[in-house]
């Protein structure tokens, strides 16, 4: 198993306990948006990962223009978590909208191909890749 896949292991299990999980978007303008995110789940293929989520409108407009997303996973307890940087390859759902916001939110799951896995921590940090020393 390669690092990077023993990262993204360890990521996953972080998102499972924690339950925090961020989506960073950009739209053509580089205008960024946060959403959160429900479920996070390794795939057959390596250096993949699905996403699923109710996504808003702001987020379903910027990843159908921009496909280069942020995950964000952190353990605020531990101070502990990873920045996923990827892009969208595939983007499914099953049609079903939210009642809480009239309908404007629609469940969708990404399947994000990884370029960079980095340390996700708010005390000082250097960005460098998870498992680099």
């Given at each position: 198993?390669?690092?990077?896949?023993?990262?993204?292991?360890?990521?996953?299990?972080?998102?499972?306990?924690?339950?925090?999980?961020?989506?960073?978007?950009?739209?053509?303008?580089?205008?960024?948006?946060?959403?959160?995110?429900?479920?996070?789940?390794?795939?057959?293929?390596?250096?993949?990962?699905?996403?699923?989520?109710?996504?808003?409108?702001?987020?379903s407009f910027n990843t159908g223009l921009n496909p280069h997303v942020s995950v964000v996973i952190w353990d605020k307890i531990l101070d502990k978590g990873y920045q996923i940087l990827g892009?969208?390859?595939?983007?499914?759902?099953?049609?079903?909208?939210?009642?809480?916001?009239?309908?404007?939110?629609?469940?969708?799951?990404?399947?994000?191909?990884?370029?960079?896995?980095?340390?996700?921590?708010?005390?000082?940090?250097?960005?460098?890749?998870?498992?680099?020393?």
């Amino acid at each position: 198993m390669s690092m990077e896949q023993k990262t993204l292991e360890e990521a996953v299990h972080l998102a499972r306990k924690t339950g925090i999980v961020f989506l960073g978007s950009a739209d053509h303008r580089g205008i960024p948006h946060v959403c959160a995110a429900t479920d996070l789940a390794v795939v057959s293929r390596k250096n993949r990962f699905r996403l699923s989520f109710w996504c808003c409108p702001t987020t379903s407009f910027n990843t159908g223009l921009n496909p280069h997303v942020s995950v964000v996973i952190w353990d605020k307890i531990l101070d502990k978590g990873y920045q996923i940087l990827g892009e969208i390859r595939e983007v499914s759902g099953n049609g079903e909208t939210s009642p809480a916001v009239s309908g404007r939110q629609v469940e969708r799951s990404l399947l994000i191909e990884i370029e960079k896995i980095l340390l996700f921590k708010k005390t000082p940090h250097t960005d460098r890749e998870a498992g680099v020393l």
